[in-house]
């Protein structure tokens, strides 16, 4: 079956860095773009940034695109985000989401997630 495992978050103080991984099996990895979404607290869920399949193209949104940095290594069926000059307003939920393309109605949509890692900034 298809899991998704993240690990990296924590603590971390303002202007820090983290780098959160997500182990992805049970599905050909490579095949498939991969996102990360992130939920504040009380908040809704807030896509962050994409990557796809083969990792030469990378999407972010504009909180991130200055700060985030997102990878994967195929060879390892591993993706990553790093996260350089942390901010508070950085503190979420951080998942791992597999992305694919509904051909039925023409939308990109997610249909697995991992069960977060909490990142918290703040010091």
């Known amino acids: 079956q298809v899991q998704l495992v993240e690990s990296g978050g924590g603590l971390v103080q303002p202007g820090g860095s983290l780098r959160l991984s997500c182990a992805a099996s049970g599905f050909t990895f490579s095949q498939y773009y991969m996102s990360w979404v992130r939920q504040p607290p009380g908040k809704g869920l807030e896509w962050v940034s994409s990557i796809n399949s083969l990792g030469s193209t990378t999407y972010y949104s504009e909180s991130a695109k200055s700060r985030f940095t997102i990878s994967r290594d195929n060879a390892k069926n591993t993706l990553y985000l790093q996260i350089e000059s942390s901010k508070p307003e950085d503190t979420a939920l951080y998942y791992c989401?597999?992305?694919?393309?509904?051909?039925?109605?023409?939308?990109?949509?997610?249909?697995?997630w991992g069960q977060g890692t909490q990142v918290t900034v703040s010091g």
């Open positions: 989401v597999r992305r694919f393309y509904n051909s039925d109605n023409g939308k990109n949509e997610y249909d697995y």
